[in-house]
């Protein structure tokens, strides 16, 4: 049974840069991509981007400019950065599974089936 | 980018009752939708995917609807494990949205 553990900095001051690092372990890291999400306290899901094992890489376009996913295959990992922090991006931090649906034409929807527990960043100075 | 609608955004209820939540997207996702469900201090947890396909090991109470643009989640008999917020997610383009959520709270 597929489990995601994440771990990274959980403090952070304005302008710093975020960093986050999602470990998979029991299952297939190919095949799959790879996502991270966030929740700031008392709102809703926020799709930040997703990577898979061969790098390629998709981001939301409100954070594309600070955000940057990368992976080591080697260890199982995808990590995220998160530039130029302010406190609206205090948050829970979520790594999930992207699982694919053929929808024809050789093309896949990913949809998120496992999910980690989260990690909670809050940017103070 | 897509805008994902749910509605209520607060829905009461009683164990035993059944629960409709809707979920309108602004403009066609064919049937790539999913909802989860996500208690206070929890990861998210995936109920159904392609709008109506019901993830391993999820009750069968719960159950999907829908295409194009307007989804439904069913919960058949309320029980007292079901109170959380529901979210709707749309994984047809990029970016992936949700729904702002809907939370159900007993009655």
């Known amino acids: 049974q597929v489990q995601l553990q994440q771990w990274g900095a959980g403090l952070l001051k304005p302008s710093e840069t975020l960093s986050l690092t999602c470990a998979v372990y029991g299952g297939s890291f190919s095949g799959y991509y790879w996502s991270w999400i966030r929740q700031p306290p008392g709102k809703g899901l926020e799709w930040i981007g997703e990577?898979?094992?061969?790098?390629?890489?998709n981001y939301n376009p409100s954070l594309k400019s600070r955000v940057s996913i990368s992976v080591d295959t080697s260890k199982n990992q995808f990590s995220l950065k998160l530039s130029s922090v302010t406190a609206a991006d205090t948050a829970v931090y979520y790594c999930?599974?992207?699982?694919?649906?053929?929808?024809?034409?050789?093309?896949?929807?990913?949809?998120?089936?496992?999910w980690g527990k989260g990690t909670t960043v809050t940017v103070s100075s | 980018d897509i805008q994902m609608t749910q509605s209520p955004s607060t829905l009461s209820a009683s164990v035993g009752d059944r629960v409709i939540i809707t979920c309108r997207a602004s403009?066609?996702?064919?049937?790539?939708l999913a909802w989860y469900q996500q208690k206070p201090g929890k990861a998210p947890k995936l109920l159904i995917y392609?709008?109506?396909s019901l993830e391993s090991g999820v009750p069968l109470r719960f159950s999907g609807s829908g295409s194009g643009t307007e989804f439904t989640l069913t919960i058949s008999s309320l029980q007292p494990d079901d109170f959380a917020t529901y979210y709707c997610?749309?994984?047809?383009?990029?970016?992936?949205?949700f729904g702002q959520g809907t939370k159900l709270e007993i009655k």
């Open positions: 392609k709008a109506s």
């Open positions: 999930a599974r992207g699982a694919g649906d053929y929808g024809g034409l050789g093309y896949y929807y990913y949809y998120m089936d496992v």
């Open positions: 990577i898979n094992h061969s790098g390629s890489t």
């Open positions: 403009q066609s996702i064919s049937s790539w």
């Open positions: 997610q749309q994984y047809y383009s990029y970016p992936y949205t």
